[in-house]
């Protein structure tokens, strides 16, 4: 709203608005706050000014190039709320042009309305129709507008009763912007931040398990398990951040856990299996299952020899349940444990609990096989 023309610098005098205190159209939604308030002033005081000058049909014979420079959708209705002027601003919210002066036209050009709850709003019950009827002015009340082409926008409006020198209402403006993006952005942070503290707690409860069932014979060899338990926790999570937290791709979560002992190559671990992503509490289960079947194999089984070798393998049924395989060959002859280990523990108690999965051991003594099963529930389609 620079360079007024003449007359509408004229028309506007007194009113305390200053052209120079505005923003330019095109400026961020962000920074518009004020110029609103502002935008009403000017409107409603040039029609009172003009009101002491000429009747009331005349108060309403604004110049149309003020309408349409003002950064907002604005339009003008009479003491019985009907729509006699509104700039191009309004009839690209509202979706259409309605006559201006049509008798069917009261109180808003909007096809329809709702309340912020999502209840139908009818026109003689809107802020307009509220202040037609008080005389009290409404400020910065959301409404939700629907356009004859079923798109809804929401629309934050600001509305100045008009009334002539004796305080009777003759009329009322209504400045309003489309809020839409900004309350879409709104919510987007306020789930963010939920999804955030979900994770965080889900993240927690993972790492206090970890601690709390942890044991080991010396403070030292605690702190190696607790660390080496943890550090498979933050590659996942590497994962995650490069998925935008979609979850992680199986084979490359599995090459991951693996990389230290020749995953993913042609030595002495093998992986193979189709795309499966896997959402992330579910990854994370697998994560720490592979980082504990591995350790307990560079201890006592297959990777603590020298030709000792892992396969991982993993398919879908037919009745969609994802089957992951660790089939240890090679290396020293194995036997059921004397008691259940944190690993062990783990891996029966979320993957069985938690996931609604299964998990069964066999000690061949050719060396362990371990299976897991998730139901499709647990996976999601991989990304594109």
Not at 35 to 54: C, E, F, H, W, Y
Not at 83 to 111: H, I, M, Q, T
Not at 262 to 287: F, K, S, W, Y
Request: aromatic share 6%; hydrophobic share 40%.
């Amino acid at each position: 709203m620079s360079d007024l023309d003449p007359e509408i610098t004229q028309i506007l005098s007194g009113s305390g608005y200053s052209p120079t205190s505005s923003v330019p159209s095109d400026a961020p939604r962000s920074f518009r706050r004020k110029p609103v308030s502002t935008s009403i002033k000017v409107v409603a005081n040039a029609a009172r000014a003009a009101l002491g000058l000429r009747d009331e049909e005349q108060a309403f014979a604004l110049p149309v190039r003020l309408f349409e420079q003002l950064p907002f959708a604005v339009y003008v209705c009479d003491r019985n709320g009907l729509v006699l002027r509104y700039n191009r601003r309004a009839a690209e919210l509202w979706g259409r042009s309605p006559k201006p002066g049509d008798p069917n036209e009261r109180f808003c050009g909007s096809y329809r309305m709702f309340r912020p709850d999502g209840s139908l709003l009818p026109h003689h019950q809107c802020p307009m129709a509220d202040v037609l009827r008080s005389g009290i002015s409404v400020r910065e009340q959301e409404v939700h507008i629907e356009r004859p082409d079923g798109l809804r926008g929401i629309a934050l409006v600001d509305i100045e009763a008009i009334k002539d020198i004796d305080g009777n209402i003759v009329g009322a403006v209504n400045c309003f912007q489309d809020i839409t993006e900004r309350k879409r952005n709104e919510a987007q942070i306020v789930n963010l931040a939920r999804e955030a503290e979900h994770r965080t707690k889900n993240i927690l409860s993972t790492v206090l398990a970890t601690v709390r069932l942890s044991r080991a014979d010396t403070s030292d060899d605690l702190k190696q398990l607790i660390e080496g338990r943890i550090a498979a926790l933050a590659k996942v999570h590497g994962l995650f951040v490069q998925s935008r937290w979609a979850g992680a791709e199986l084979h490359s979560l599995a090459t991951q856990e693996l990389s230290p002992y020749g995953g993913g190559t042609e030595g002495r671990v093998r992986i193979d299996g189709p795309a499966v992503m896997l959402e992330p509490n579910t990854a994370q289960t697998v994560a720490i299952s592979l980082h504990e079947l591995a350790t307990n194999a560079a201890k006592y089984g297959s990777l603590s020899a020298a030709g000792g070798h892992v396969e991982i393998t993993w398919s879908r049924t037919t009745d969609g349940r994802l089957i992951l395989r660790w089939i240890e060959s090679g290396g020293p002859p194995v036997a059921p444990p004397t008691h259940r280990g944190f690993g062990r523990s783990i891996m029966e108690n979320i993957i069985a609990g938690q996931l609604r999965g299964e998990v069964r051991f066999d000690w061949d003594h050719q060396g362990l096989t371990c299976e897991i099963v998730l139901p499709l529930a647990e996976v999601v389609p991989p990304l594109a």
